[in-house]
């Protein structure tokens, strides 16, 4: 499959990866948002997060939302979408109060969107091509990409799209998590 696939151990052990990129989980806002930087999740205990339905940034807003009970504060809500579209205009609606996705989407979205930010990234994660496990394909897509980054043609690409800072040495199957 292609998309922004993040690699994790839960999904290594169901699917193989070809990795491509580093990305990652990031936060984005509108600019009126008095938040500043998100480094823990229990900073958004009280608010409306929305991401995409069945993303990493869904388990791992999940994951952590009954840390703000046990600090004593009202849960976070997710709010989860089918399509990107619908996560930013639940933004920018004033339906959520922060978006959790892709840094490099985020980073981009908010320029072609008046009154949001990017508000920072928060975790890494390599992210790759997902494959049946085994499958013959797996080796050809890591030879294809390393390819990629042997005559320059990767990093052409991420420069013309702004995300040179996401690119990776060398691409990698079913590497571990980045924790």
Avoid: H
């Amino acid at each position: 499959g292609t998309g922004n696939f993040g690699v994790t151990d839960e999904r290594r052990r169901t699917i193989d990866f070809v990795t491509y990129i580093n990305d990652g989980q990031g936060f984005a806002v509108r600019e009126d948002s008095e938040l500043k930087k998100v480094d823990d999740l229990i900073q958004l205990c009280g608010l409306d997060v929305a991401t995409g339905a069945g993303t990493t940034f869904e388990v791992t807003l999940q994951e952590n939302l009954p840390r703000c009970a046990e600090a004593g504060k009202k849960p976070y809500k997710v709010k989860t979408y089918a399509d990107q579209a619908a996560v930013w205009i639940s933004l920018q609606q004033n339906r959520s109060d922060v978006v959790m996705s892709t840094i490099n989407g985020l980073r981009y979205a908010v320029t072609q969107q008046e009154g949001l930010r990017f508000l920072n990234e928060f975790k890494r994660l390599d992210v790759g091509f997902a494959f049946k496990k085994g499958s013959p394909l797996t080796p050809a897509f890591q030879a294809a990409v390393n390819r990629l980054k042997e005559d320059g043609t990767y990093d052409r690409i991420l420069k013309k799209w702004g995300t040179t800072e996401s690119a990776i040495e060398t691409s990698e199957i079913s590497p571990p998590e980045l924790k």
